[in-house]
């Protein structure tokens, strides 16, 4: 289904359900994978990632349509992460390096984690990265999106995107090259 199809369900109080739950079978797995580059654990992006689809629902009439709906969504979908981080980090007073220790174990530990060892190195490496800048990394890396849309979905202008991923990029690369 298209997005104004979509919409057109969203907005019309008899469609209003059906067109929800299209919308959550149009980008559920792409709004998980993108949140789960960023928490590391399942059981924390199956969280954040109904937080999203919650705030989608209780938002969609503010939605002016001057961007594409996914967009939008993933511009949800990164806050969130990016807020959950935090309240991580401040619930359990952990420092920034306990808090990524904790999820390069679980990349270790955790049989929900796939992939083999280059894999799990590249993750490890994301998680030496600022959360902005692995957002940055994981957006235009992973989901291959164009600097102009990323710029959307985060509130930053496209030269300090290209200049992030560029530093996400070198340290990557001095991670994985450090053995």
Known sequence: MEDHELLQKLRQPETRNYGFNMLVRTYQQRVYGLVRKMVIDHDDADDVTQEVFIKVHRNIDQFR????????????????????????????????????TDMIAHIDNSPLVSGDEIQKKLQKALLTLPDKQRLVFNLKYFEDLPYEEIAKITDTSVGALKASYHHAVKKIEEFLTAD
């Open 65 to 100: 349509e001057d961007s594409q709906l996914y967009t939008w969504i993933y511009r949800i979908a990164t806050n969130e992460c990016l807020s959950f981080l935090n309240r991580k980090k401040r619930r359990f007073l952990f420092s920034l390096d306990d808090v990524k």
